[in-house]
């Protein structure tokens, strides 16, 4: 059977986020139907039985890969990529979201590799997904990274940015933790996540 437009969006979808479960998929392709999980399932069995994408049944609800995909269906990763999907579904809630780049890669091994980069409401963000506990020691090298980057000067060479207004992206640590960070050249925010990050920016009006 052809693929449909859909059929490739989902599938274009698992190439980009590694992993998807479900009911994620549900939420971003069959959103707009009166029962988006049923639908899901069908399609999904139909491009699986085609062999068009992997599942994995170790999850609820399943979680789906592409079908060239070489992530173990165990891997400890797809945990990881699930939370950066969550965190893709969380801010598209909120406003524009232009774009959505997972594990950007900026040069050789040892340069910083952020979870996320995203351009929301034209503002540009490194995003850190941090689900484990670093040291305060773990979290000021990682910043060290990310200070690097930024006096290496190849982020102004981005195609994203404005040659009128370079922009170093503000650095986001999404973690239940909170750690002690010393003052960079550019904006380092934390919050438990992104909801709590725009809830934060939010001017509080004093009582009278």
């Known amino acids: 059977m052809a693929l449909t437009n859909r059929d490739k969006a989902i599938i274009a979808d698992l190439n980009r986020f590694r992993v998807m479960d479900r009911d ?28 068009h994408i992997q599942r994995s049944t170790a999850f609820t609800p399943y979680v789906y890969f592409s079908g060239e995909s070489k992530i173990k269906k165990d ?9 950066i999907l969550n965190a893709y579904k969380e801010i598209r809630q909120h406003g524009r979201l232009d774009t ?29 997904l941090q689900r484990t506990v670093y040291s305060e020691k773990q979290m000021a ?10 006096q290496s000067g190849v982020i102004a060479l981005e195609p994203w940015q404005n040659p009128k207004r370079i922009m170093f ?28 990050f725009l809830r934060s920016l939010k001017v509080k009006t004093p009582a009278v």
């Open 75 to 83: 891997s400890a990763k797809i945990g990881h990529f699930l939370a």
């Open 24 to 51: 994620s998929i549900a939420e971003l392709h069959f959103g707009h139907l009166k029962y988006p999980n049923c639908a899901a399932n069908s399609v999904l069995l139909r491009l699986l039985r085609e062999g």
């Open 141 to 150: 090298e990682k910043l060290e990274r990310y200070l690097a980057l930024y």
């Open 169 to 196: 992206p503000h650095v986001l640590i999404l973690s239940a933790q909170r750690y002690g960070i010393r003052n960079y050249p550019y904006h380092v925010f934390q919050a438990a996540s992104f909801t709590e």
């Open 100 to 128: 959505f780049l997972i594990e950007p890669k900026y040069g050789e091994k040892g340069v910083v590799e952020p979870d996320i980069f995203c351009i929301y409401r034209k503002t540009p963000f490194f995003i850190e």
